[in-house]
């Protein structure tokens, strides 16, 4: 029953990424960190991110801007690859507590401003790249960063989800060769690899055909008080249980 609940909840966060354009570790992380330890719900979160942006790349392939592909990939992958290597340092309780603050301020910081604006340059792209890859592979989620990096440069939505995916894989096989160093890829983790895939294009295909009908600047703000309720419950537990 746990299982059935957990592969629900994954499916509806691949859903609610792909339409929001946050990506899905927003909620999967806290989620999976739920059903097991921290460290096995990074390596988990990794692995199911590889297959979902893989499969946002084959249904989104045309539009992706390969120059900020470049400009946000490169640095936010050297960060990642920082943030990784420090969960091998930091406690889990540490983690759980710097997981569920980093919900919480991107919450109430998107939900506040949601116009803000960032000048589309290439210092803030490589900034803003660098900052997203480290807190991906610190606590698991970083793409609600790169997101209001990329809105800067005024891509088409389709091109948006395509160029976030790119970066975002890059990203995600950083922190998988990072992760697998540290032992993270244990059976726990190892035994849901066929139902991440089959997830990951179920919930990318739901969100790509959903995108047509649904208001985003609406659903957006669902999806944000939903991470922040996610964020406070995760700091609650983190320090209570």
Not at 6 to 18: C, D, I, K, P, Q
Not at 183 to 211: D, E, Q, R
Request: aromatic residues 10%.
């Amino acid at each position: 029953m746990d299982d059935l609940w957990f592969y629900v909840l994954l499916l509806a966060a691949e859903v609610l990424g792909t339409i929001g354009g946050f990506g899905s570790s927003l909620f999967v992380m806290p989620l999976a960190g739920h059903f097991m330890a921290f460290e096995q719900a990074l390596g988990i979160t990794a692995l199911f991110h590889v297959f979902s942006n893989t499969v946002k790349i084959l249904l989104f392939r045309i539009g992706s801007d390969k120059s900020l592909v470049l400009r946000l990939g490169v640095p936010a992958v050297v960060g990642v690859v920082i943030g990784a290597l420090l969960t091998g340092v930091l406690g889990g309780v540490w983690l759980r507590v710097t997981l569920g603050v980093v919900l919480v301020l991107i919450a109430i910081w998107m939900l506040v401003m949601p116009d803000v604006l960032i000048r589309p340059t290439t210092r803030n792209a490589v900034v803003g790249g660098g900052v997203s890859g480290f807190l991906a592979g610190l606590v698991g989620t970083g793409g609600a960063v790169r997101g209001v990096v990329l809105a800067a440069f005024g891509l088409e939505k389709a091109a948006f989800v395509a160029t976030s995916a790119w970066i975002d894989l890059g990203v995600d096989l950083g922190r998988a060769v990072i992760y697998g160093g540290q032992g993270y890829f244990n059976s726990t983790v190892l035994v849901y690899l066929p139902a991440l895939a089959i997830l990951s294009i179920l919930g990318t295909w739901i969100g790509k055909k959903a995108l047509a009908y649904i208001p985003e600047r609406q659903f957006k703000r669902i999806v944000l008080i939903l991470v922040l309720v996610v964020g406070l419950q995760t700091l609650w537990a983190a320090w209570f249980t």
